[in-house]
């Protein structure tokens, strides 16, 4: 009889120890929070990405809280017959263009950037052959950069606000002050959900990081100082088509300062809301068309 061992087939797979994955299941509605999760994570890794601009939200709400306390009582500016505001109150509606600013440049470094590389890595087959949905991916992306430019944006003045109930004088004063703190919300979360979903949306519409950048600064910037300058020649309401023009015009009438000078006051509050509710519906329509197209284009769709 041989003694030889029976040869195996080629191609035999050997058991090398796996065992079934035991531990608990997350439901697939959760998806999204890993890539928000992830989205943080990533932008906050660098100085220069978020946590700079960050810092820049930081300084803009102390030197206006600092101004708000130390000439609480001064007159700004004359308003409405015998009407005057003080910088108490004139503060916090004074900053929004420098919270404005932080947003833009968190949306230069970050949502600019955030589908187009993707798209440059290819991470689109990685994605939805791992089960992801093109709605897990758009609300987590979304959401995270939402957390994000709610950081520079929100959080600056809803302290302020908070700030100014601190320099109430009387029970009166305070009561009055307290719709100060739903209104600093407001703004705060539509400066928020502008530079998180319209910078998304071009980003969407290149392959290339840097060309996606390039294309929002052109609109955010070239696009608006245009559209801006026109509304104030003409008193028109294409003014509010700048996106920065448009959250200054919604924060005067919100803290009535619509007699401030400034390029707002050329631009009515209802076209200025119309506007960036058009931006953030547009864009998000963009983004949804992109990304489902993208996983149609991809391997192993998922559903």
């Known amino acids: 009889m041989s003694t030889e061992a029976t040869p195996r087939p080629a191609g035999t797979i050997y058991d090398l120890g796996y065992k079934r994955y035991a531990g608990a299941r997350r439901s697939s509605a959760t998806r999204w929070r890993v890539l928000m999760r992830n989205q943080v994570a990533t932008a906050w890794k660098t100085w220069w990405r978020y946590r700079s601009h960050l810092a820049y939200a930081v300084g803009t709400t102390l030197i ?44 230069l470094t970050v949502g600019a950037r955030i589908v187009a590389s993707d798209i440059q890595a290819g991470a689109f087959t990685f994605y939805f052959a791992r089960s992801v949905r093109p709605r897990d991916y758009i609300i987590g992306k979304l959401a995270g950069m939402c957390v994000l430019t709610a950081g520079v944006c929100l959080a600056g003045p809803v302290l302020l606000s908070i700030a100014r109930l601190g320099l109430s004088s009387d029970t009166d004063a305070l009561v009055h002050a307290l719709a100060l703190v739903p209104k600093a919300i407001a703004i705060g979360l539509l400066g928020a959900l502008v530079f998180a979903a319209v910078p998304m949306a071009f980003s969407s519409l290149l ?97």
């Open 207 to 303: 392959a290339n990081g840097r060309y996606a950048v390039a294309l929002w600064t052109a609109y955010y910037l070239v696009f608006g100082q245009i559209v801006s300058g026109i509304g104030r020649g003409s008193q028109g309401w294409i003014g509010a088509l700048d996106i920065a023009t448009s959250l200054d015009s919604v924060a005067f009438h919100l803290f009535g300062l619509e007699s401030f000078p400034g390029r707002a006051v050329n631009v009515a509050a209802g076209p200025a809301l119309a506007s960036l509710l058009v931006h953030i519906a547009v864009a998000l329509v963009i983004v949804s068309v992109q990304v489902r197209r993208a996983q149609g284009s991809g391997v192993g769709g998922a559903t």
């Open 64 to 107: 206006a809280g600092a101004v708000m306390y130390i000439f609480s009582e001064r007159i700004a500016r004359s308003l409405i017959g015998d009407k005057a505001t003080t910088f108490a109150d004139a503060a916090l509606p004074l900053s929004i263009q420098w919270y404005t600013r932080a947003g833009f440049l968190v949306s």
